[in-house]
């Protein structure tokens, strides 16, 4: 099936040649990352985790969120969502495979990965993520060949097949889970020591994801024949819907907590976050950017007229993909460094080099959906 790949139009062609121009720039600015080190980023001693980290987080996500087009085929028969599961877990395949990506780069040493597995130490998380991350890619792979092999032959997938079907739908929910639990298991960070990090986390996932593939979804088809229902884009969109307000309701939660606890070790990263702090607030703008777009996104949203218009329905989703990308991405992992130990505050702001490689991985995610939904596309197309 790969060879159907090869077969695209002059826009196609030139969409992916503009995508590797941006990965060979990343790869130039990577390469002197390498020889000179993690100090031609923004990092600093105070401000160990940025950017790399922030795309990282947000991402796992994104892959994670295949799980609320899966659940509902799989589990519940919906077949509304039978031409669009398979497009969900290529997405959650580029964005694990952006994952990696990004924990290499940040990665002083590149090398220092294998010592993950050379002394693997079920005591630490890291261990558990790499396992998550790396069984949740296996088994989306094993997913999508098997049931696009069938689908070109239209036959029956095989019966084994449903069962590691049935397998990713906690593995989906536990990739982002281990990742919530790196963070809240840092006592020495008061913003993230809450137990309501992993449902924050999962809250925005399911928001986030399921908008991406709303937008790829109205975007390829323009491109490509994909037949994708209206009915499942409406009921993925009553999705996002249902996930931003939980999300919304978590952070307003932990907002109330915070302030009117009064306690100074967890109201300062959110002072920072929200108001400024000792005169710093590179961060403000952003976040109450990130608060304007998803409340706005909310709205239009919960209206079903809007919903149902598909220029509203687009509009929102991508409020609701960069407001989430803002807040759980830098908001997130820079907040949680503030103040620093010696009771500092430290600013943290990408340089081009990390600005580029990033853009270079998201490239490389871009490139990767592409090619899978034209295979997909070329295969329901063409037949057997």
């Not at 987080?57 to 609320?68: D, E, L």
């Not at 509009?315 to 407001?323: R, T």
Request: hydrophobic share 60%.
């Amino acid at each position: 099936m790969l060879e159907k790949a090869l077969d695209g139009g002059r826009r196609y062609w030139l969409w992916l040649a503009a995508l590797l121009a941006v990965v060979c720039a990343a790869a130039w600015c990577y390469a002197l990352q390498l020889r000179v080190g993690l100090g031609v980023t923004g990092l600093t001693r105070d401000v160990t985790w940025g950017l790399y980290i922030a795309q990282f987080t947000f991402f796992v996500g994104v892959a994670a969120s295949a799980v609320v087009v899966v659940l509902p085929y799989y589990l519940h028969d919906y077949k509304a969502f039978g031409r669009v599961t398979i497009l969900g877990e290529f997405v959650a395949i580029s964005a694990v495979t952006m994952c990696g990506a990004f924990i290499f780069v940040d990665m002083g040493q590149p090398a220092r990965l294998l010592n993950i597995v050379r002394y693997a130490a079920p005591g630490s998380l890291m261990f558990w993520d790499l396992v998550a991350l790396g069984g949740y890619l296996l088994l989306n792979v094993t997913i999508t060949r098997v049931t696009l092999e069938a689908e070109r032959c239209q036959t029956a997938p095989p019966q084994w097949v449903r069962r590691v079907i049935l397998l990713s739908i906690p593995w989906a929910i536990s990739i982002h889970t281990v990742t919530a639990f790196l963070y809240s298991g840092l006592p020495g960070r008061p913003f993230w020591l809450t137990a309501l990090l992993a449902p924050r986390f999962l809250a925005s996932a399911f928001a986030a994801g399921p908008a991406l593939l709303i937008l790829l979804c109205l975007f390829v088809r323009r491109w490509w024949d994909l037949r994708v229902a209206d009915e499942a884009i409406r009921k993925i969109a009553l999705i996002v819907t249902y996930a931003l307000a939980a999300h919304l309701f978590f952070a307003a939660v932990e907002l109330f907590t915070v302030f009117y606890g009064q306690v100074p070790d967890h109201l300062e990263p959110y002072r920072y976050l929200y108001f400024g702090l000792d005169g710093h607030a590179v961060l403000t703008p952003w976040t109450w950017a990130s608060v304007g777009l998803a409340v706005a996104a909310l709205g239009l949203l919960l209206t079903p007229a809007a919903r149902a218009r598909r220029s509203l329905l687009a509009a929102a989703c991508v409020a609701v993909f960069v407001a989430l990308w803002i807040e759980k991405g830098l908001g997130l992992v820079v907040a949680g460094f503030i103040p620093a130990p010696l009771g500092t505050v430290p600013d943290y702001v990408p340089t081009l080099r990390e600005v580029t490689i990033v853009a270079g991985i998201w490239a490389v995610g871009a490139a990767m959906v592409t090619v899978f939904f034209k295979i997909t596309a070329a295969v329901r197309t063409d037949g057997p």
